[in-house]
């Protein structure tokens, strides 16, 4: 229920979560959607509490962006990177350490360490023709910091990326995107779309499959057995 009302109505969505802990206090979902109910409603202390809790119950640091951004609301940006640093950054999952990244990036801002802020955000995942989940987010948080340090024109070109990223997702509608899925052979990856402002505006994003290699390697190897044997039926009509 928490889950289902946080957009709408936060508070509302904490009470469920704050009744359910009082139930379950030991589970640590239930213990994990207080504490993103608490940072919805910008009670950082609370949040921070019960992020602690959950990542004690469970073994996982995979709210360790949020338990970042929990002390940056407290005004302790020098802690939050410190946190950051706690955590085998390598070993989270994907999504977790984009999250982490921008967290860490707005720690340095901040700080005040603008350069830094857009170090952060220096990672992997910053690729502006590939879109993932997280893609948006990463993206519009590198326009900012570069809008922030007075590079006007990379900072239109991230945020451009931004966009076009979140309507190739399916988060707007742009009719001039061609999208292709990428990485379907390796099911432990996670899966994203290629993005481009394709000349085919008529193309219809979700008919655009990915090409099956294999297949035309066959066609092609048997179109050339076919040539080869093209000479000999010559020779044999002669």
Do not use: C, K
Not at 95 to 124: F, H, Q, Y
């Amino acid at each position: 229920m928490a889950a289902q009302l946080i957009d709408e109505d936060p508070e509302l969505a904490h009470q469920h979560a704050l009744a359910a802990s009082r139930r379950a206090g030991r589970v640590a979902v239930v213990r994990e959607s207080v504490a993103i109910t608490a940072y919805a409603m910008g009670d950082f202390a609370l949040a921070l509490r019960e992020l602690r809790t959950y990542r004690r119950i469970s073994g996982s640091d995979d709210q360790i962006a949020l338990i970042v951004d929990s002390e940056r609301g407290m005004g302790r940006p020098d802690r939050a990177l410190e946190e950051a640093r706690s955590v085998d950054r390598a070993a989270l999952p994907t999504a977790t350490r984009v999250a982490l990244a921008i967290a860490m990036s707005g720690a340095r801002l901040d700080r005040g360490e603008t350069e830094l802020a857009l170090g952060e955000l220096e990672i992997p995942e910053l690729n502006p023709d590939l879109a993932f989940d997280w893609s948006p987010a990463l993206f519009s948080a590198r326009a900012a910091v570069l809008e922030d340090l007075g590079r006007g024109e990379e900072a239109a070109f991230w945020q451009e990326r931004a966009d076009v990223a979140a309507a190739a997702l399916g988060h707007g509608d742009d009719e001039e995107l061609i999208v292709e899925d990428a990485y379907d052979d390796f099911a432990e990856e996670p899966v994203g779309i290629v993005i481009d402002e394709a000349d085919h505006a008529d193309t219809d994003i979700d008919s655009v499959e990915p090409r099956n290699t294999e297949q035309e390697s066959e066609q092609e190897s048997a179109e050339a057995e076919a040539e080869a044997e093209q000479p000999e039926d010559a020779e044999r009509a002669e």
